[in-house]
């Protein structure tokens, strides 16, 4: 969508300093802001905009400098070692990050700084109070809400939550992607009135009803869970689920290649569970799956589960939503916002497989309403999360931002 007569193009900076729009997906610590981040950048090209991505520098084979599409630019900033490092090891390398940033910005300042995950707030916000620029904020997760939920297995550090506080009052508007995440701000002292909604999004032309449809196996159902393989993503609910869901299987996509499935510890706890569950020959690990076979696995699945104990906001409903199938998660963040239940599936408490179980077993006997929930799911991604409406709204708060700079003087797009 090109922009309209009235939306002046803006030079847009965001900051991602740990999820490159580059990055493989599947890993640790690649996955939702990686995808958030690339695709809202190429969709506020498309309005226009002159987009720049900031990330961390992981290996020193990256150039300084990578076209990313038309009107993107990935820039690789050197802050701390040259090669990967675990996102909650990287605090003491935002200074350095930050003093990049103000480099950068001295003889060309964008016209709007949008930073991703509080990290990255970190540095933004050193950089846009020195240069006096504005700065939006998208928080993806946190740190209160993780702490709730992992408590001695966050492995966050001890300053997140005091410094999320800070960058939820220094910047000049936060935007949140989920109704949930603005209570939870709430309750960490940061005025609702701080902040705007604005969900993340999917590409309903790549997760479409039609296409390609993964094989199935023997049995009659086929239930799928795919994403990061961590704890809190609620798998061991899934598993535990499916003793109650007879003729069932349980595809479970996501960790490291197949070869490696193995030697992942999560894989192994989960084995361990199917088998104490007697479901162990009705599980089955693909392992990572390449983002272009995505949609043909979740078009093969008769309900797409996410269990998750908690969840920022949560991209695989969208997904399958967008595919045409029905998806069953847990009450939780913003999946809150994205399934209508029931319309588009089901809710259920988080960390109850019974309640999953009974919720799969009410669409899995009626097809027809099975079909009906995954029709109503594709019209709600084409009516509110196409990456073109995320964008939109997105620079709607850009432009409100900047309205009340009045003396900012903004640069030229080229």
Known sequence: MMPTEEVRPHTVALVSEHASPLAVLGGVDAGGQNVHVAHLAAALAD??????????????????????RPGVEVRHVTA??????????????MEEFGQFLIREWQHRPPDVVHSHFWMSGVAALM??????????????????????????????????IALEARIG?????IIATCRDEVAELGAMGVPAHRAAVVPCGVDPAHFTPEGPVAPRGPHRHRLLQIGRLVKRKGAGVSVAALAGLPGAELVIAGGPPRDRLDADPEVRRLRALARQAGVADRVRFVGGVPREEVPALLRSADVVLCPADYEPFGIVPLEAM??????????????????????????????????????????????ARRSACGAAGRRRVLTRYGWDRVAAATEAVYREVLASRPAAVTSPVG
Request: charged fraction near 25%.
């Open 169 to 173: 009052e220094g910047c000049d508007r």
């Open 47 to 68: 309005r226009g905009h002159r987009v720049v991505v900031y990330t961390r520098r992981d290996s020193p084979d990256l150039p300084g400098r990578v076209p990313l």
């Open 80 to 93: 701390g070692p040259v090669r990967h490092v675990p996102k909650d090891e990287l605090l003491p390398y």
């Open 322 to 367: 967008g595919c045409g199938t029905p998806v069953v998660a847990t009450a939780v963040g913003g999946q809150l916002d994205t399934v209508a239940d029931p319309v588009t599936g089901r809710l259920v408490p988080p960390g109850d497989p019974a309640a999953l179980a009974a919720a799969v077993t009410g669409l899995l006997r009626d097809p």
């Open 127 to 160: 950089a846009t109070r020195e240069l006096d620029l504005p700065l939006t904020h998208t928080y993806h997760a946190l740190g209160t809400v993780k702490r709730r939920h992992q408590r001695a297995a966050d492995t966050s550090p001890p300053d997140r």
